[in-house]
């Protein structure tokens, strides 16, 4: 079954330095991996997209990485803003013939970008 | 752009009453996902459809029922409900052979007293 893991659970950083977040899965054998931020009780906003074929994805100040067979992705973000401060999760989907499309979601990392 | 739209956003029930969680799917997706986040948690699939059929089945009671009509919409029933059915229920859709990328509606907010 995949295990999927979140380090650090929370970080707390000033305004203006980068983030980092790491994601690290059990089984390789992923279709694809997901980023999403999550507000305290709100919804989940998709952020990056990583197929299981590409090593990394970017949008805006977003940058994902993935290298499947050591079973990591980092989520990057650029020059950090107080409205950056949210739970990260990452997600991955396996591939098999009798579990498809299923999320499997980490624990999340909460982030705190103090002004 | 249009989103994933789930209603009723709140709904409070007392134990052993039935609850009824409706999804929309973005236009055009043809797979709808729903997953259960209690407090504190990380969201947990319960059940999904593709094209209208039972696609996956994750940890979902007995006392849950769900199904996809045939404008796509689904809809989560629940039964004898407990306390500790109180959570936050997501629906998500995607379409399936473009990346399925999986996006979320707001939630529904269940709370059973």
């Known amino acids: 079954k995949q295990e999927v893991t979140q380090i650090p659970a929370a970080l707390s950083v000033p305004e203006g330095e980068n983030l980092v977040l790491n994601c690290s899965f059990t089984d390789s054998a992923i279709y694809n991996l997901q980023w999403f931020r999550q507000d305290p009780g709100k919804g989940l906003t998709s952020l990056l997209l990583?197929?299981?074929?590409?090593r990394e994805q970017t949008s805006g100040r977003l940058n994902a990485s993935l290298d499947k067979s050591s079973g990591r992705s980092t989520l990057y973000i650029a020059a950090s803003q107080p409205g950056d401060s949210a739970t990260y999760l990452c997600a991955t989907q396996v591939e098999t013939t009798d579990s498809w499309g299923k999320l499997q979601f980490g624990a999340g990392t909460q982030v705190v970008v103090t002004p | 752009a249009a989103g994933v739209i789930q209603s009723p956003r709140h709904l409070i029930k007392e134990k052993r009453e039935t609850a009824t969680l409706k999804c929309y799917p973005i236009?055009?997706?043809?797979?709808v996902y729903w997953y259960q986040q209690g407090p504190g948690q990380d969201p947990q699939f319960l059940i999904s459809f593709y094209e209208k059929m039972q696609s996956d089945k994750g940890s979902i009671p007995d006392r849950f029922s769900a199904q996809q009509f045939s404008d796509y919409h689904s809809e989560l029933n629940m039964s004898s409900l407990e306390l500790g059915d109180s959570a936050l229920y997501f629906c998500?859709?995607?379409?399936?052979?473009?990346?399925?990328?999986?996006?979320f509606g707001p939630g529904t907010r269940l709370t059973v007293l």
């Open positions: 990583i197929q299981s074929s590409q």
């Open positions: 236009p055009r997706h043809d797979t």
């Open positions: 998500a859709s995607s379409l399936m052979n473009s990346g399925n990328e999986q996006f």
